[in-house]
């Protein structure tokens, strides 16, 4: 069983305190009323990320923290997708299989952002054009994964250069989207088999 105990760790704007990283497809709400926050100890590991990538390299932060209502909204959508895809499906069954991509917005679950130690990321190059992580001729699912072997070498290639800056900076991925990175949170502590989570969930409503 894992223990949520809370080092109380303060939050920061990665725009004050990363200079070095970009910021890109945050929710603009979010933006305007609360900034790009992550934890004070990620918001240190993404510079050393950063530090890790090939000169021209500079890593793109899509979302950080987020709150409830946000991550309410995301759940949600995929409900709806998935009730568009599969009408034969019973409600209770696209339910369970939204949780298996999406983390719900309370309880000991709840997703990693929503406690400020989560990021998804990508890397762009010097004219701040992406480098390519993901193909559209694999199903979404299937490209998502971190280490799908159904990508072509040059991709894998280029998700490798993204694994290894953020894995030497201390951070975990979820195997099921390449993008998403944590640290200190439930899910963290999952995958790295911890005891202990210090990050729980942060309400500024």
Sequence with gaps: MIVIKD??????????????????NINQKILKKYGVLVRKTVAEMLN???????????????????????????FESFVKKFSKFYPEWSQKK?????????APW????????????AVDVRIVN?????????????????????????????????????IEAMTKAGFSNNPKEFWHWSYG???WAKREKKKVAIYGIIDLD
Excluded at 7 to 21: G, N, Q, S, Y
Excluded at 106 to 117: D, I, W
Excluded at 138 to 162: C, G, V
Aim: proline content about 7%; aromatic content about 10%.
């Design 185 to 187: 949170d439930y899910w």
């Design 48 to 74: 050393k990320a950063q530090e890790n990538l090939p000169k021209g390299l500079r890593l793109i932060v899509d979302s950080a923290w987020r709150p409830a209502w946000y991550q309410k909204e995301i």
């Design 7 to 24: 080092t109380k760790e303060p939050l920061v704007d990665i725009r004050k305190v990363c200079p070095h990283i970009l910021i890109g």
């Design 106 to 117: 309370k309880g000991k679950f709840a997703s990693g952002h929503m406690t400020g130690g």
């Design 126 to 162: 010097k004219k701040r054009r992406k480098i390519p992580l993901t193909t559209k001729k694999l199903p979404f699912f299937e490209s998502a994964k971190t280490y799908s072997k159904k990508l072509p070498i040059y991709l894998k290639k280029n998700r490798q250069i993204l």
């Design 94 to 102: 696209i339910i369970n299989e939204v949780k298996k991509f999406v």
